[in-house]
């Protein structure tokens, strides 16, 4: 498992006292309010450290440490960042979606896999499993309960195979 998750991405400034507006890629923004640090890259050597942090509609405004002014903050436009994971607390029964990429698709009605999920996106409306299957081609399944039945990090993502959801198997 990974040390250091996407948090999101700087996509603008905010104001002209440094403060960076994020687009945060988390469930809930109060999940980052409490973190310490951002991070450029995925190790601890390229730490940002979080003088302030507040929500901003479905964004946060973000004031690091040492960055007092637009220009200062303009160097991270379109940033992508990353978060420790011991700074995150989950709640009980969630889990990352990077610890889901890379497990085997589990048939939740036989207990045989069928393939592996190799990506996860957003729709807006919800999230789309992209399962790499083991018969060749690929399938999405939409992430609600109908479809995936449990999560298990150690073996796999248990999905309620229907008729006509993965044409290839």
Request: charged share 30%; proline share 2%.
């Given at each position: 498992?990974?040390?250091?998750?996407?948090?999101?991405?700087?996509?603008?400034?905010?104001?002209?006292?440094?403060?960076?507006?994020?687009?945060?890629?988390?469930?809930?923004?109060?999940?980052?309010?409490?973190?310490?640090?951002?991070?450029?890259?995925?190790?601890?050597?390229?730490?940002?450290?979080?003088?302030?942090?507040?929500?901003?509609?479905?964004?946060?405004?973000?004031?690091?440490?040492?960055?007092?002014?637009?220009?200062?903050?303009?160097?991270?436009?379109?940033?992508?960042?990353?978060?420790?994971r011991n700074d995150l607390k989950l709640r009980?029964?969630?889990?990352?979606?990077?610890?889901?990429?890379?497990?085997?698709?589990?048939?939740?009605?036989?207990?045989?896999?069928?393939?592996?999920?190799?990506?996860?996106?957003?729709?807006?409306?919800?999230?789309?499993?992209?399962?790499?299957?083991?018969?060749?081609?690929?399938?999405?399944?939409?992430?609600?309960?109908?479809?995936?039945?449990?999560?298990?990090?150690?073996?796999?993502?248990?999905?309620?195979?229907?008729?006509?959801?993965?044409?290839?198997?």
């Open positions: 498992m990974e040390k250091y998750l996407e948090a999101g991405k700087f996509i603008n400034t905010h104001g002209v006292r440094g403060e960076l507006k994020m687009d945060a890629w988390c469930d809930s923004l109060s999940d980052y309010l409490k973190v310490p640090a951002f991070y450029l890259k995925k190790d601890a050597e390229s730490v940002l450290k979080i003088e302030k942090i507040r929500p901003f509609g479905k964004f946060l405004l973000v004031k690091l440490e040492g960055i007092d002014d637009m220009d200062s903050a303009l160097r991270y436009k379109n940033k992508t960042v990353y978060v420790d009980e029964g969630a889990v990352f979606l990077a610890d889901i990429i890379g497990l085997d698709a589990i048939n939740d009605n036989n207990g045989e896999v069928f393939g592996k999920v190799c990506d996860i996106t957003d729709k807006g409306s919800g999230n789309l499993y992209e399962i790499e299957l083991l018969s060749g081609g690929r399938c999405l399944v939409p992430a609600v309960d109908f479809f995936i039945k449990k999560i298990d990090v150690e073996k796999g993502v248990y999905i309620n195979v229907i008729e006509g959801l993965c044409d290839a198997l």
